[in-house]
């Protein structure tokens, strides 16, 4: 793939064809984008509502593969299987709990083949799932020429950090804000991207071909993103998912009872019944709303990377890979 210099844009997870990459002579760099818990709510996907401007830019002038599937829809072993070119029956990683070096085999990452063909390798935001997952290293030194970078204004993503109704802060799942208000003046996605283009800009008088990856946390929840960007997407124009009500026939351990966005404070106050719901409808089209803007807001950032490869020269000499770990469904 590298020897015709292609750009591609995925999304969900890339088939084994591009981890089995050959290097020529003519050794591109690669920024490899993936974002987190993002399913084809793109322009670029035939989703007329959303509004992905720099992602359908790029996918404009890429291979945009409509066929690629998530191994597993959690985040840790989608990006394993994903990393190593193995199915999660090969790594036995299936949730979040084990680190595929111990709990199957010290298989070759995407990265790490790339550092031993002499590339420099970095990683900035979630690549790798943080944690035992990653043995706590995002799989540092054996994928990274350099340890990973990780935001810090991360750590108050599920804090109180959104202004209710009541003028009070929360931990909700619905968090638009001001950023100017927040911890430093920015937000996690912010920060990586500032980081990339710190990067980016130190590879400029260097001919050691990098191979960068960033991770977005977005459109993941909580929705803690600039509260502009929910002006793209007046309530009005929400629409329910196609399927908003769990099926009758459904098999119990085919659900999920979404946990996770049961602990946010804005969810806990509706009193939803465990573990069929249902979650009101004005409040799903609200989820749908922030989901949307999400969306934009990282499509955002995407774009700021764009433009610094062009800005700094980098653009016709690296190949751009856009990518996401898995589209969970949303509600
Ligand atoms: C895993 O492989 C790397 C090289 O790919 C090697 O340096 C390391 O020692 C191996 N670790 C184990 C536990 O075999
Ligand atoms: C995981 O990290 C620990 C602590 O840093 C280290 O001792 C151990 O060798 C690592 N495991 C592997 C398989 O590299
Ligand atoms: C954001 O917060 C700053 C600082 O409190 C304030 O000056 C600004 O007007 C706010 N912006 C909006 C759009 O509310
Ligand atoms: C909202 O829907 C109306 C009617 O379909 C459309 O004209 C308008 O462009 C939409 N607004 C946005 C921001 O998508
Ligand atoms: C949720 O339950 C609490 C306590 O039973 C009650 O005070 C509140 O009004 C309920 N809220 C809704 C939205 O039903
Ligand atoms: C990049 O490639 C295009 C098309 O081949 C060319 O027009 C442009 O000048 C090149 N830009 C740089 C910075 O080399």
Redesign the pocket.
């Known amino acids: 793939m590298l020897a015709y210099s292609v750009r591609f844009t995925l999304h969900l997870v890339l088939t084994p064809l591009i981890l089995r990459v050959t290097l020529t002579s003519t050794e591109k760099n690669v920024l490899f984008i993936i974002a987190d818990d993002l399913r084809p709510s793109l322009g670029c996907y035939g989703d007329t509502l959303a509004k992905s401007p720099n992602i359908d830019q790029l996918a404009s002038k890429s291979q945009t593969f409509l066929n690629a599937f998530a191994q597993q829809a959690v985040c840790a072993p989608s990006r394993t299987s994903l990393l190593t070119s193995r199915r999660p029956d090969t790594t036995r990683v299936y949730d979040f709990g084990s680190y595929w ?1 111990v709990q199957s085999g ?1 298989y ?1 990452t995407l990265p ?1 083949y790339f550092k ?1 063909n002499g590339y420099l390798t970095m990683s900035v935001g979630k690549v790798f799932h943080p944690g035992i997952a990653s043995n706590h290293t995002d799989d540092y030194p ?1 994928s990274w020429s350099i340890p990973a970078y990780h935001p810090t204004s991360f750590i108050f993503e599920k804090k109180k950090m959104c202004k209710g109704e009541d003028g009070k802060l929360h931990a909700n799942l619905l968090c638009a804000v001001n950023v100017t208000e927040q911890p430093g003046g920015i937000l996690p996605d912010m920060e990586s991207t500032d980081e990339a283009v710190r990067l980016l800009k130190t590879r400029v008088s260097d001919d050691t071909p990098f191979f960068l990856a960033v991770g977005f946390h977005k459109p993941h929840i909580p929705f803690r993103i600039p509260q502009e960007y929910l002006s793209l997407y007046p309530i009005d124009n929400m629409t329910l998912a196609l399927d908003p009500d769990v099926p009758i026939l459904l098999p119990p351990v085919a659900y999920n009872p979404w946990t996770d966005v049961r602990k946010r404070e804005d969810v806990q106050k509706l009193n939803i019944s465990f573990p069929y719901g249902p979650i009101p409808k004005d409040f799903q089209l609200r989820i749908r709303q922030h989901y949307y803007a999400a969306v934009s807001y990282m499509d955002s950032q995407v774009g700021r990377l764009l433009s610094a490869l062009d800005e700094l020269g980098l653009a016709n000499n690296t190949v751009v890979v856009f990518t996401s770990d898995h589209g969970k469904k949303l509600l």
């Open positions: 070096r010290n070759t790490q031993s054996y």
